[in-house]
């Protein structure tokens, strides 16, 4: 499956973006998926991420209340709200996907077999 992320962009302190995580090769229904994010100079993070069905979302404490993960199996797509933006939440995010074996996302980079390219998401001060 290929994944392609999209809606980053500059936004000011206390901003929202809504970020896509589209599929094309096949569904994306059988898969568990995660957003990670990227700063310069930083390790990537998990962030967030949701069950194959939907049911069950995971977040990471810093943005607890701030994101929202949901998906639509109908278009094929992954959605992450990020709202209240502050400048540490700069950097590059990405969507990911876990093979279709496993009805549950991890917050563990490796345990994903499909990466997008990433979006950027630069909020100012």
């Known amino acids: 499956v290929q994944l392609q992320a999209s809606g980053g962009g500059l936004v000011q302190a206390g901003g929202s973006l809504r970020l896509s995580c589209a599929a094309s090769g096949r569904t994306l229904k059988f898969n568990a998926m995660g957003w990670f994010r990227q700063a310069p100079g930083k390790e990537r993070e998990f962030v967030a991420a949701i069950s194959r069905s939907g049911d069950n979302t995971y977040y990471t404490d810093s943005v607890k209340g701030r994101f929202t993960i949901s998906r639509d199996n109908a278009k094929n797509t992954v959605y992450l709200q990020v709202s209240s933006l502050k400048p540490e939440d700069t950097a590059v995010y990405y969507c990911?996907?876990?093979?279709?074996?496993?009805?549950?996302?991890?917050?563990?980079?490796?345990?994903?077999?499909?990466w997008g390219q990433g979006t950027l998401v630069t909020v100012s001060s």
């Open positions: 990911a996907a876990r093979g279709t074996s496993f009805t549950q996302p991890t917050m563990t980079a490796s345990d994903y077999d499909y």
